[in-house]
């Protein structure tokens, strides 16, 4: 109410505007955190539905399970729902200090929009950090280990090394026989037992810096052990030569099973922090790292996509009521905020295509609904 404000409009200057600033930013952050939580809440219901769904036809597993699953997936689905909670929960607040007055009052005591926007901004931005720096690796765990359950009890499907009807490529940086080069593996068939990779039909394809083959490599089986590929009754085919067979071939490698396995798997299974290190693992190892780099940077970018769905609640939702159209206004203010949403749903699959940059496709939804949230306080605060 206007009581309320009321005294904390006594004095001047600076001091005036802090206070008002941290008033607004603690019921911002009270209905986005509700926001939030409901709409988390929501979404893990029908995740829990969904998922009694497809153990319907599996009586043995129980409903314990499949709720310890749904449980996992609660802070992937917080760090999905924030930048719209927080729209959600700064729509409500503006439109509720709004209609009673109180942001009114403020502006007509002098304190610009701008001014006391600023606390709620810092602590939306804040809200991006804590998911970015600090959920992020939780969820990553959490997720990887709903996915574990979720292959072990209710696919049927070989696991992800089951892909492209179980055969593997992998192209990696060679150092060892035929200089600055690269080797390329092709395995047609790959096996997972007793968390041991064991590959069968085996071509590997030395080239020198100049992509000039040097030796081929063929071998019936073989296995990932620690720091090399195993190769088994292998033989060595060179340029102009005959066949020699060699018996035990290894070929180095920095890769591990674990590696293999999270780079077939979801790049939500990876935290902001362990991110770069693997993006740079998988280039080097030959796997394509488009998902993972895109990942990065939509992390990146989600403290700034709260901070811009802040300021498009405030930019949607500050109207005074006797200008009529609330309705309209507030219906819009969640309309563009789907419609961002949606934009970068589409950019993120177009960067996963390879059609746009990881990096253009994370933040360019991100900057165009910046523009729009500034073009509408000027709008509203100077227009």
Known sequence: MVRKLL?????????VSVTLSLYISRVFSLFAVAMIAALTGLVSLFDFIDLLRRVATKPDVPTSLVTEIAGLHVPYFMIMIMPFGILLGGIVCFWRLTRSSELIVARAAGISAWQFLAAPLACAILMGLFGTLALSPLSSAMFRKAELLDEAYLKTGGGPL???GGALWLRQLDDSESGKGVAILHARRVLMHDHHLRINDISIFRLNGRDQMVVRIEAPRGELVRGAWKLEDAASVRPNHLPLH????????NLTLTRVEQSFASPDTLSVWSLPGFIHLLERSGFSSIRHRLHFQTLLALPILCGTMALVSAG????PTRRGGVARMLGSGIAAGFALFTISKVAAQFGESGALPPVMAAWAPTVAGLCLAVAL???LEDG
Not at 7 to 15: E, R
Not at 246 to 253: A, H, S, V
Not at 316 to 319: C, E, G, K, L
């Open 162 to 164: 089951s892909l492209n």
């Open 316 to 319: 949607f939702s500050m109207r």
């Open 7 to 15: 005294p904390l409009l006594h004095g001047s200057g600076s001091g």
């Open 246 to 253: 060699i018996g035990e071939y290894y070929l180095p490698t």
């Open 377 to 379: 306080l000027l709008h």
